[in-house]
């Protein structure tokens, strides 16, 4: 049996037609600013939206104007189309039977321990349709931060200046247009050194002379001061620098050489140590790195009927549907649909939700989209015994909750899962 469009614009006589596609004359087109007041767009071009992704602008942001006066794009542009919906035009998926028992074996024959015999044999009381819309808003931001990095300097003293050539660019001045991700990724981290903020100082540690008072032979002294060539007995020979035997006789502590006395293992006796905080340089390279990270902050609702209500929300959102509205600005506003006050009004609820953003952070555009997901629940009976599923989306996903009655578990689920069996 063929299947019928979701939505089926067939049924919208043809007479009433342009007066209906009228009423969204403000309907932003993709690639041009938001049209005047009297601009009515044409059923054709409605129609081609409703079947085309425009492929997201550039972010509208300041940092990202460049070297221009004007922005990339209009800042109060809105890309994306609102499709005309009527309750009739969301048809029910057209499933028989056949259809459904199959979608229900199948189900159940990706289970290791579920028997297949109810989806078969039992009787399907009853089909439903109870259509679910999910609404997201997308905020996509950007958030900057800076922290200080030094490192030790190892180039030469002599040829640097120690003038910047201007004062260190501001953070959110920064021009990232060659580091900007795609827009509405889930997260994106950079990294870039701020121009003009590299200094060079004395390293606090060593205080400029690359080299710190050795602990281990210098330990009473005070801060500052120290002694070289100091020494410590040989644990060998005890300090005689000779080894005496049972028969009397004496040989040379070779430990020690014959000396009685051993150098600092740590600084051969220097006194002195090489700074590991600057390598021995005495200067260290202090710069200014900011952090830059971009990431997607969503917020969804569902609007499903008392037949859907056991279904989780996350089910939804991960099933595909029937786009309606979809569109994307600085700061979206609640669609608008010249004939559906539920829309209307679900739309705002979904704004109206928007989720908080970091006060370090800065907006950079925001999509919002609705969408309408065909769901069908079916219910099975069996003398007496009854159980139901749903059929979510238009790939026909089946959603079936722990009441399946054919079920045979003896303990091995976990390992099949575990095996992937």
């Not at 409605?46 to 509208?60: E, K």
């Not at 609007?303 to 309606?324: I, K, N, Q």
């Not at 999509?367 to 009976?381: E, G, K, L, N």
Request: net charge neutral.
């Amino acid at each position: 049996m063929e299947e019928e469009s979701l939505l089926s614009a067939g049924k919208i006589p043809v007479k009433s037609e342009s007066g209906r596609w009228s009423s969204y004359e403000h309907v932003g087109r993709v690639g041009s600013v938001i049209p005047t007041a009297g601009t009515v767009v044409t059923v054709d071009e409605i129609r081609s939206a409703a079947g085309f992704h425009p492929y997201p602008p550039p972010p509208l942001h300041e940092p990202l104007l460049g070297s221009r006066n004007e922005p990339l794009y209009p800042t109060e542009q809105v890309l994306g189309y609102i499709q005309a919906h009527r309750q009739s035009d969301i048809q029910r998926q057209v499933l028989d039977e056949v259809v459904i028992r199959e979608l229900l074996i199948d189900h159940v024959g990706h289970r290791c321990c579920w028997g297949s015999r109810p989806a078969r044999t039992w009787t399907i009381e009853s089909v439903e349709d109870c259509n679910v819309y999910v609404g997201t808003l997308e905020t996509f931001v950007e958030e900057r931060e800076s922290i200080t990095e030094k490192e030790p300097f190892l180039g030469d003293l002599t040829s640097y200046s120690g003038k910047a050539k201007g004062p260190p660019v501001g953070l959110w001045d920064l021009d990232l247009i060659n580091e900007f991700p795609m827009l509405f990724i889930p997260y994106a981290e950079s990294r870039k050194v701020i121009p003009n903020s590299e200094v060079i100082e004395k390293c606090p540690d060593c205080i400029g002379r690359g080299d710190i008072i050795c602990s281990t032979c210098n330990t009473d002294r005070e801060p500052g001061f120290y002694k070289e060539n100091q020494m410590s007995p040989c644990h060998t020979c005890l300090g005689r620098g000779l080894i005496a035997h049972k028969d009397g006789s004496d040989t040379l502590c070779r430990n020690c050489n014959g000396t009685g006395k051993l150098a600092c293992p740590r600084c051969s006796s220097r006194g002195l140590i090489k700074c590991e905080t600057c390598q021995g340089s005495g200067s260290l390279s202090t710069r200014e790195v900011a952090i830059i990270r971009w990431k997607t902050l969503v917020a969804r609702k569902v609007s499903a009927t008392s037949a859907a209500g056991s279904v989780p929300d996350e089910v939804f959102h991960r099933a595909e549907g029937v786009m309606l509205c979809n569109t994307q600005a600085h700061q979206c506003t609640p669609a608008y649909f010249g004939d559906s006050y539920f829309l209307n009004q679900f739309s705002s609820q979904v704004i109206n939700e928007r989720a908080l953003v970091p006060p370090t952070s800065s907006v950079i555009c925001e999509r919002h989209i609705i969408t309408v997901v065909p769901v069908t629940r079916v219910t099975m009976t069996h003398r007496g015994k009854a159980f139901r599923y749903y059929i979510i989306g238009t790939k026909r996903e089946v959603y079936l909750k722990d009441t399946y009655p054919a079920k045979f578990c003896w303990g091995l689920c976990p390992c099949f899962d575990w095996l992937k069996l």
